[in-house]
């Protein structure tokens, strides 16, 4: 990656130093998308540099432009890759430790060693929702991909870590799409707002097929739906107010872009389609605790999360309140 550094920069960030992952997990995602990805750069539709956004400010999307000389370049904020390491270290450690794991054994006594392990899971998931506001630098004694402070940090850090880099060239992948698919000029050129949905929709399918284009078992598949749902389901913090991600706008609805990609993976198996299903379910309650609160008792997995994207549904309806920022 190039960086890009301002003089208000982030220093010494800690998932650099799962830079050469990322690109590696990137150029060699799978046969065709590495074949596709080694025609751009050759043919000159996409740059073989990727713009690293260093900026100390809160975390934005990526994004691919043109360059000078006319080249499609992707760039991404080193800020959004922080939030969605933590993102994914808080979420995999609460979700296993706090809910698989009792419903698996309900007489089970958390020690006092993973009760600290979920504190400071909880404590970048706090940490990495702030940042939609301003960006602060990773807090100091909280798990990051290079400093675990036991055991069970590492193991799930090593574990947020092939996830976190799936994550990030599943982000890549997208922004490709687009160079390839030749939405450049149309995003551009200010298209109406049906038109843009129409791109986004494909190049997130075009995303998914470079990702997940290989027939893989439900086993198989695991760190890749960790890592497409990790990615929809962190956008909603990038909105200071989490309800303008329910309105279609440059990018389809977000809730509508989980369902998608829920509905995609296809996963047959019972333990590992309610594993995900449950786990978007809890994400997005923890987005919109009010209006998501349990109402009743659901019969599984699939019918909390169905009852979770109605009411989102019927909140994207409601007018924001007087005075509120759409930011």
Same mark, same amino acid.
């Given at each position: 990656?190039?960086?890009?550094?301002?003089?208000?920069?982030?220093?010494?960030?800690?998932?650099?130093?799962?830079?050469?992952?990322?690109?590696?997990?990137?150029?060699?995602?799978?046969?065709?998308?590495?074949?596709?990805?080694?025609?751009?750069?050759?043919?000159?539709?996409?740059?073989?540099?990727?713009?690293?956004?260093?900026?100390?400010?809160?975390?934005?999307?990526?994004?691919?432009?043109?360059?000078?000389?006319?080249?499609?370049?992707?760039?991404?904020?080193?800020?959004?890759?922080?939030?969605?390491?933590?993102?994914?270290?808080?979420?995999?450690?609460?979700?296993?430790?706090?809910?698989?794991?009792?419903?698996?054994?309900?007489?089970?006594?958390?020690?006092? @060693?993973? /009760?600290?392990? &979920?504190?400071?899971?909880?404590?970048? %998931?706090?940490? !990495?929702?702030?940042? #939609? =506001?301003?960006?602060?630098?990773?807090?100091?004694?909280?798990?990051?991909?290079?400093?675990?402070?036991?055991?069970?940090?590492?193991?799930?850090?090593?574990?947020?870590?092939?996830?976190?880099?799936?994550?990030?060239?599943?982000?890549?992948?997208?922004?490709?799409?687009?160079?390839?698919?030749?939405?450049?000029?149309?995003?551009?050129?200010?298209?109406?707002?049906?038109?843009?949905?129409?791109? @986004?929709? /494909?190049?997130? &399918?075009?995303?998914?097929?470079?990702? %997940?284009?290989? !027939?893989?078992?439900? #086993? =198989?598949?695991?760190?890749?739906?960790?890592?497409?749902?990790?990615?929809?389901?962190?956008?909603?913090?990038?909105?200071?107010?989490?309800?303008?991600?329910?309105?279609?706008?440059?990018?389809?609805?977000?809730?509508?872009?989980?369902?998608?990609?829920?509905?995609?993976?296809?996963?047959?198996?019972?333990?590992?389609?309610?594993?995900?299903?449950?786990?978007?379910?809890?994400?997005?309650?923890?987005?919109?605790?009010?209006?998501?609160?349990?109402?009743?008792?659901?019969?599984?997995?699939?019918?909390?999360?169905?009852?979770?994207?109605?009411?989102?549904?019927?909140?994207?309806?409601?007018?924001?309140?007087?005075?509120?920022?759409?930011?």
């Amino acid at each position: 990656m190039a960086s890009n550094p301002s003089v208000d920069a982030i220093v010494d960030s800690p998932v650099l130093t799962l830079e050469g992952n990322i690109l590696w997990q990137f150029e060699n995602l799978s046969e065709f998308g590495a074949q596709t990805l080694k025609m751009q750069v050759a043919q000159g539709t996409l740059s073989g540099e990727i713009a690293l956004d260093m900026s100390a400010s809160p975390p934005k999307g990526p994004g691919v432009t043109r360059k000078t000389a006319g080249i499609p370049e992707i760039h991404i904020a080193l800020s959004h890759l922080e939030m969605i390491w933590a993102f994914v270290y808080g979420w995999m450690v609460v979700y296993e430790e706090s809910v698989q794991k009792p419903q698996l054994c309900p007489k089970r006594v958390m020690n006092a @060693e993973t /009760e600290k392990l &979920v504190d400071q899971a909880h404590g970048l %998931l706090e940490w !990495s929702a702030s940042l #939609r =506001e301003a960006y602060t630098p990773w807090p100091a004694g909280l798990p990051s991909p290079r400093h675990y402070s036991t055991k069970q940090e590492e193991w799930y850090g090593l574990k947020a870590n092939l996830v976190f880099q799936k994550a990030i060239s599943y982000l890549l992948c997208h922004e490709r799409a687009h160079a390839a698919l030749g939405h450049l000029d149309v995003i551009q050129n200010a298209a109406g707002a049906g038109l843009r949905l129409d791109m @986004e929709k /494909e190049a997130d &399918v075009a995303a998914y097929d470079d990702f %997940l284009g290989q !027939s893989l078992d439900d #086993r =198989e598949k695991l760190p890749e739906a960790w890592a497409v749902i990790s990615v929809m389901l962190s956008t909603f913090y990038l909105y200071r107010d989490p309800r303008n991600a329910l309105l279609p706008g440059g990018h389809p609805a977000l809730h509508h872009r989980v369902a998608h990609m829920i509905g995609r993976l296809a996963l047959t198996d019972p333990r590992y389609n309610d594993y995900f299903s449950f786990l978007c379910r809890l994400v997005l309650q923890a987005v919109f605790p009010e209006d998501l609160e349990p109402k009743r008792q659901f019969y599984d997995s699939g019918d909390a999360l169905t009852d979770a994207f109605d009411r989102l549904d019927r909140l994207a309806l409601e007018p924001m309140p007087h005075g509120q920022s759409s930011g």
